[in-house]
């Protein structure tokens, strides 16, 4: 028994880094229907952030949050202004938006990824904090991860409860769901989007940091997120906050699953097959609105 | 009328003839009065393998350059003066086709003297025909294979300097053998890899080893390359209660390895983690906590050379190098400038010569390579205070004693 509820517990720390950095992408993608490649390298530029922050100028991460949030709250909010508002006018449909952000935010990613690498260089980068052992349920767990999973849940349920209980929010849902109507009914749609796209930008300021405590990172490691990140949100539903949620748990504790009771070898294996499994049987993710 | 004729003839004559000089004048003056040494190198400044060229490789090239040119360049015997080197460098972006591109402009475009080689095991395969084809120096320092006996003979310009992957997992098996053979630690191993050419190489060849030794596995398992979460595989490493534990690792997972292991308490009496034990930033971030730790390299920082080397690689670059391939590196290029020197002019078929037939004075100490390979590598070191000393193979002069076993974690 001791075994299974390790594995669920060190599952779902796994799975809340997951979220974490998925929940910034459902946001950007689902709402402001920007599909952002970039995304992997403003999480490690927020992780960049945190470490000179803390090695420079003794600044905790937590503290570090205060500063690196709201950065990248204006950073993302300037950067929809500037570089996809041209492409939200001139996008005569939704196709044609998400070709336009892909290949936009594609040079993003080689701009910021480049800026980066002039800064630090490309080698690796970690440092250490609040890497201290905690006894839950008799699992020991280390601290900073279970901080991750944490932010991960409150995040993901303001969010829930932002977009499903208030007027701003409800806004959000129905740019998402057709923004045409919802432009109609006297939304202001650019204003909303660049507010989610920023918002969105603000979650992964915050996952960034958070990451650093625990994982290793150079200015070329950023792609890898954005993978991971994407597979999360098409797997519980373009966005949707309690998909990419649920979808994230999922894949820690499958993967913890896996690794203990067969093979750590068949971790990235079981990620893919549920990946795919969850797209056979529910092709609009686990979440998902069916297709309009 | 014919006069002024013959003299406007004569005139041309006198004027091609003078051109003609004039050109062969210059031709011959770039012929033999060349200004500099071109040496050029293509290595990946983005894409993955950064991260191992900017820390082992790159800095190395730019400290050496920056020395030979403060002490006024290279000796050329031939034109008795000293040229300064001049360099040409290209980012291949992790890419062994751009590598390859890289290089062959190098050599027919930029007409380079001297080609330094790329990072990583692979890239600098994938090279070795291209270097041998144009008849260059390969001095390939980063690359790590078994395969380096028949390499060097079917390509005599190749050069390995890395030891070759069962001599490092030899090394191990033997500094393990001999903790037991002294009662410090048991029969029990556990061992974990990462899934790809690296860590499948170092574990079948551990397997194997440790297996002819009469240890026990009681734990080996491999991993996918870029596992985010090492707390699944060392809770069941742990929980087999192993007297050693031993990783063929990359960086962020030894990193990761280390660090949950911290966590969990898991401190076995011989803590071995892979590729990036030997860097700095690893006693940066560990501090104390890496007292004991063992892993794949290590330098024999007692030598002066070292020594110096390390203040010197901080001073102009502003970090320290690693303790594994940094100083070999360096020491690689000391040669290649030395074989120059007593060749005395840019002749590359008599310095490939010289390189697999001289000795060499170097900062880790004399240089003679046997086979087109150096062979006093180290395969293990261990974290004793503020360096990451070279503790097997143990019969090597330098090799200091072990610290087993490992003291609990800081």
């Known amino acids: ?154 995040i993901g349920g303001a969010l829930y409860l932002f977009l499903t209980r208030t007027r701003s929010g409800t806004a959000l849902r129905a740019i998402a769901v057709n923004p045409t109507a919802a432009q109609l009914s006297g939304i202001d749609i650019r204003a909303a989007s660049a507010l989610a796209f920023a918002a969105g930008g603000a979650i992964v300021g915050a996952a960034g940091v958070l990451i650093s405590m ?25 966005g949707s906050m309690a998909g990419a949620l649920v979808a994230g748990l999922m894949l820690g504790i499958a993967e913890t699953a896996v690794s203990r009771l067969i093979d750590p070898g068949l971790t990235i294996a079981v990620t893919y097959a549920l990946f795919l499994a969850a797209l056979l049987w529910r092709p609009t993710g686990l979440f998902g609105r069916p297709a309009r | 009328m014919t006069g002024t004729l013959l003299k ?15 050109i062969g004048w210059a031709g011959m003056a770039s012929a ?68 390859i591109k890289a290089v062959e402009r190098l050599a027919t475009q930029d007409k380079v003297d001297f080609i330094l080689p790329p990072w990583s095991t692979g890239l600098n395969l994938a090279a070795a025909p291209v270097f041998n ?21 079917r390509w005599p310009n190749l050069t390995f300097w890395l030891g070759q992957p069962v001599e490092i997992v030899d090394g191990l098996v033997e500094l ?22 690296f860590g499948i190489e170092q574990s079948t060849a551990a397997r194997d080893g440790l297996k002819k030794a009469g240890f026990n596995l009681v734990y080996d398992k491999s991993y996918p390359f870029g596992s985010q979460d090492m707390q699944p595989v060392l809770k069941d490493a742990q929980a087999t209660n192993p007297d050693s534990f031993i990783a063929f690792s990359y ?13 969990l308490g898991f401190n076995p009496k011989v803590f071995y983690v892979g590729v990036g034990t030997a860097f700095p930033m690893y006693k940066g971030k560990f501090a104390a906590g890496a007292e004991g730790v063992m892993g794949i390299g290590g330098s024999n920082a007692d030598l002066p050379g070292v020594k110096n080397y390390i203040q010197h690689h901080k001073a102009i670059i502003g970090r320290e190098p690693d303790r594994w391939a940094s100083p070999i590196t360096y020491a690689s290029l000391q040669v290649l400038q030395q074989a120059i020197e007593r060749v005395g002019k840019i002749d590359r078929a008599a310095i490939i010569k010289e390189i697999n037939e001289g000795s060499f004075e170097t900062i880790i100490g004399p240089v003679k ?41 800081q």
Do not use: C
């Open chain 2, 133 to 153: 084809r144009l008849g260059y120096p390969h001095l390939a320092v980063t690359a790590n294979t078994n395969r380096a006996d028949e390499l060097t003979k």
């Open chain 2, 176 to 197: 393990l053998t001999k903790l037991r053979t002294d009662g410090k630690i048991g029969q029990n191993i556990a061992m974990v890899s990462v899934a790809d050419q």
């Open chain 1, 1 to 154: 028994m001791t075994l299974y509820s390790d594995i669920l517990l060190s599952g779902l720390v796994l799975g809340g880094m997951y979220a974490l950095t998925a929940l910034g992408l459902t946001l950007q993608y689902g709402v402001a229907r920007i599909m952002n490649l970039s995304y992997g390298e403003f999480l490690v530029a927020a992780s960049f952030g945190a470490l000179f922050l803390y090695t420079g100028a003794s600044v905790n991460p937590i503290v570090g949050l205060l500063l690196v949030v709201p950065l990248s709250f204006g950073a993302h909010w300037l950067l929809y202004q500037i570089v996809l508002t041209p492409l939200v006018r001139r996008a005569k449909h939704q196709g044609m938006l998400e070709v336009d952000s892909i290949l936009a935010t594609f040079g993003v990613l080689f701009v910021v990824q480049g800026v980066m690498l002039v800064l630090f260089g490309g080698q690796l980068y970690s440092y250490t904090y609040l890497s201290i052992p905690i006894s839950v349920l008799g699992s020991t767990l280390a601290v900073n991860r279970l901080l991750a999973l944490a932010f991960a849940l409150i």
């Open chain 2, 251 to 263: 960086p962020p997972d030894t990193f990761a390895l280390t660090d949950t292991a911290k966590v």
């Open chain 2, 8 to 22: 406007i003839a004569s005139l041309r004559i006198v004027a091609v003839g003078a051109v003609a000089m004039a």
């Open chain 2, 32 to 99: 033999q009065e060349p200004t500099s040494i071109k040496i050029g190198w293509s290595i990946s400044k983005t894409g993955p393998f950064a991260a191992g060229a900017s820390v082992t490789t790159l800095p190395n090239y730019q400290v050496w350059v920056k020395d030979v040119n403060d002490a006024g360049g290279i000796m050329l015997k031939s034109i008795g003066k000293k040229l300064p080197i001049e360099v040409v460098e290209y980012d291949d972006r992790s890419n062994s086709e751009e590598m």
């Open chain 1, 214 to 238: 625990f994982l290793t990172f150079s200015a070329a490691s950023g792609v890898g997120f954005t993978m991971k990140a994407l597979i999360v949100v098409i797997m519980g539903g373009v």
């Open chain 2, 369 to 409: 390579l046997k086979n087109g390979q150096y062979k006093e590598v180290w395969a293990v070191g261990q974290w004793q205070g503020n360096d990451f000393y070279a503790i097997a193979p143990f019969k090597q002069a330098g090799a200091r004693a072990p610290i087993v076993p490992k003291p609990a974690w």
